[in-house]
């Protein structure tokens, strides 16, 4: 029996197995295969990505909707998607807050990727991008209100105080919907502190202009993936402080790290025996003090750089 191809089906296996990839790579701080932290192990994140798939089934089905004009982009409800997600990958592990960031960068990418035509299941990153650029834009107060109610599921660390609508005031729903303030537009309040939120209302730029290539150059010096995504995930985090570690412990610590990060690719990262030793040291301060500094949000964003890479056909 001949293969069919269905996209959305297609899409929903390219971002799980990006998940899959990056918290195979041995990433600094991280869990990863072989280390976790308290109460959380990669058994937790491979449960979460089976957890996900389905809704990233649904918003791409919801694209290829969008793409053939009978649905509007203000009708895929991206928000409610998200906190769905969320809201089972809880059912399914119990390791706390696994992927809520990466839910956050994925569901609307598999929305583009639904709209965005696919030549042998290749994705042409460029319209893919623009199509993400209209997917986020056209976000509802209701959807702002349904990834409120997904922070709230996945608990994540660090929140803090938010200078307005905290997700944490009860009053902040109430507000976005007599006010219609769309789920955009509460990203652009928070996109200043949030590199998850600047990536969404900037279209992307860290994830499309320097972690992806930075992931493509890697992989084509020696074609193995953990060192790629590793070495993708040092340039990342010593260019752009970790802003979930800036929330945590405040934005000198992050850029801290940043430096630290730095230092291992001037050492030749994991190139060289110097690179390896000033790595090992690295990940072992990132471990101290409760994990307060794991890169949580540079995980995120190269787990976008990984889905961009394979639906532009990287296979591992």
């Known amino acids: 029996m001949a293969f069919t191809f269905n996209k959305a089906e297609h899409v929903s296996r390219c971002l799980e197995l990006a998940i899959l990839l990056e918290v195979s790579a041995d990433k600094p701080g991280n869990v990863n ?131 307005d609508l905290d997700v944490n005031d009860p009053a902040s729903t109430g507000r976005i919907l007599c006010e219609r303030i769309t789920l955009y537009q509460v990203f652009q309040i928070a996109a200043s502190y949030d590199m998850v939120c600047s990536e969404w209302i900037n279209n992307y730029p ?24 590793i070495h993708a995930f040092l340039e990342v985090l010593a260019a752009y402080p970790d802003t979930f570690i800036a929330r945590k412990v405040g934005m000198q610590k992050a850029r801290e790290v940043s430096v630290m990060a730095k230092e291992v690719l001037e050492n030749g990262g994991l190139k060289t025996p110097n690179g390896r030793e000033k790595l090992r040291l690295f990940d072992a301060v990132l471990r101290l003090d409760g994990n307060n500094l794991n890169p949580g949000t540079t995980a995120d964003i190269i787990a976008a750089a990984i889905a961009l890479a394979v639906l532009n056909g990287y296979r591992p």
Not at 117 to 141: D, H, I, Y
Not at 213 to 228: E, Q, V, Y
Request: proline share 5%; net charge neutral.
């Open 33 to 163: 295969l072989v280390v976790g932290f308290e109460g959380t192990n990669h058994m937790h994140f491979l449960a979460s990505a089976v957890a996900a798939a389905p809704f990233f089934r649904l918003a791409a089905e919801r694209g290829v909707a969008v793409s053939k004009g009978e649905l509007g982009l203000s009708e895929v409800s991206v928000g409610q998607i998200i906190r769905d997600c969320v809201a089972e990958i809880s059912r399914w592990q119990s390791g706390g807050n696994t992927l809520l960031g990466t839910v956050l960068l994925f569901v609307p990418l598999a929305v583009a990727a639904g709209m965005t035509p696919a030549e042998n299941g290749v994705f042409e990153l460029s319209e893919l991008r623009q199509n993400l650029k209209r997917v986020v834009e056209a976000t509802t107060p209701e959807d702002a209100v349904a990834v409120y109610e997904a922070v709230k599921i996945a608990k994540p660390s660090g929140l803090g105080k938010a200078p």
């Open 206 to 229: 860290v994830t499309f202009d320097f972690a992806y290539p930075s992931l493509m150059r890697w992989l084509k010096k020696n074609g193995d993936i953990n060192s790629a995504v």
